[in-house]
């Protein structure tokens, strides 16, 4: 068990650059779920995939944001034309099917729009 | 909505003080209730949790007790380390969600 993996740890990006961020979880975990943690703030919600399909979103989640599982495995997380208030860490957690409330988070990845 | 509040940090103790982080929570329904810390550099782990009124978790030396009257579940150790310095969130779930809702955190700092 290597836990889950964030891919980058770290992102600096100019404003209206997109960007993509990759999360593998636990190998036998079914759900993947995505968050962003602002200073001084606890995570909160973006979305959510059970397996490849994503089955809750976020209203944070605006239409610049997209999420995939392709193959019920990993993850992206994409953002288009960033702006400065996108400045967050990007939390990752996943979930096995019989212990659905343990989530099991990566270490995230910053990402700073200059 | 549901909600969590917790006390503001950070908290700054001596080794082996008694913890005490308070945390309250507002829910529409009968919510499960966590305790989660993240070390420096690393991601939000799981401590302890409890699934109905009176219930206590424990982990690690640090306990909570879910007490639906007050609608609490503050988070306390009876002799911290210096290992102990990390931020701890309190967080619920309510029972027909898989989603939690996390408080702000609160950052705890212990010196030698």
Redesign the interface.
């Known amino acids: 068990d290597t836990?889950?993996s964030q891919d980058p740890r770290h992102k600096i990006t100019k404003r209206g650059q997109n960007v993509t961020f990759r999360c593998d979880p636990i190998s036998e975990h079914n759900?993947l779920?995505w968050y962003r943690q602002t200073l001084?703030?606890?995570?909160?919600?973006l979305t959510?995939f059970q397996n490849e399909a994503q089955l809750?979103k976020s209203r944070l989640l605006s239409d610049r944001f997209s999420a995939e599982r392709p193959k019920g495995s990993f993850s992206t997380l994409e953002i288009q034309r960033t702006e400065q208030g996108d400045s967050a860490m990007y939390?990752c957690?996943s979930?096995h099917r019989d212990t659905?409330?343990?989530?099991?988070?990566?270490?995230?990845t910053r990402l700073t729009v200059t | 909505g549901d909600s969590?509040t917790q006390m503001e940090g950070p908290v700054t103790l001596s080794e082996e003080a008694f913890l005490t982080i308070n945390c309250t929570y507002t829910a529409t329904g009968y919510p499960?209730l966590?305790w989660?810390v993240q070390y420096p550099?690393?991601?939000?782990?799981?401590l302890l949790?409890a699934t109905k009124a009176d219930d206590k978790g424990s982990n690690k030396g640090f306990e909570a007790t879910y007490r639906k009257e007050t609608t609490s579940f503050h988070l306390e150790k009876g002799s911290v380390q210096v290992s102990d310095s990390a931020v701890y969130?309190c967080?619920l779930?309510e029972i027909s969600s898989?989603?939690?809702?996390?408080?702000?955190?609160t950052s705890l700092i212990v010196h030698p």
């Open positions: 836990g889950v759900r779920y001084g703030q606890g995570p909160e919600f959510y809750e939390l957690a979930s659905y409330y343990e989530q099991y988070f990566g270490p995230g | 969590v499960s966590f989660y550099g690393e991601g939000l782990q799981l949790k969130f967080a779930r898989y989603i939690p809702t996390f408080g702000r955190g």
